[in-house]
């Protein structure tokens, strides 16, 4: 089991930064894969990011060169997305998301499973 608490979200105006954190604690380490996913307004759930156990990371076009993923290898396990230049259109609930079984510490992993309860990120014009 794994448990994911995401903080950092809230109310930030187009063109600024915001930095979500995402702690993990259970059956989880540094060398596992984890994820950012956000549903905005009425959309469907969208990946933003991914980095891997050994830091390889992928990005949604949307936030390429936006937002940046990042994590710790101490014991705190942290994952942050730094959110610069940010535009209304990023106005989403923000999700951290770790896959079920297996490291992942090279290659990104096909789905994830465990799901932290949310950050809601508002953008204004």
């Known amino acids: 089991q794994v448990h994911l608490v995401e903080s950092g979200g809230g109310l930030v105006q187009a063109g600024g930064s915001l930095k979500l954190s995402c702690a993990a604690s259970g059956s989880v380490t540094s060398r596992n894969a984890r994820a950012w996913y956000r549903q905005g307004p009425g959309t469907e759930r969208e990946l933003v990011a991914q980095?891997?156990?050994?830091?390889?990371?992928?990005y949604a076009d949307s936030v390429k060169g936006r937002f940046t993923i990042s994590r710790t290898y101490t014991d705190d396990n942290l994952v942050y997305l730094q959110m610069s230049d940010v535009r209304p259109e990023d106005t989403a609930v923000y999700y951290c998301?770790?896959?079920?079984?297996?490291?992942?510490?090279?290659?990104?992993?096909?789905?994830?499973?465990?799901w932290g309860q949310g950050t809601r990120v508002t953008v204004s014009s």
């Open positions: 998301a770790s896959p079920l079984g297996g490291e992942y510490y090279v290659t990104f992993p096909p789905d994830y499973y465990y």
């Open positions: 980095i891997t156990g050994s830091g390889n990371t992928k």
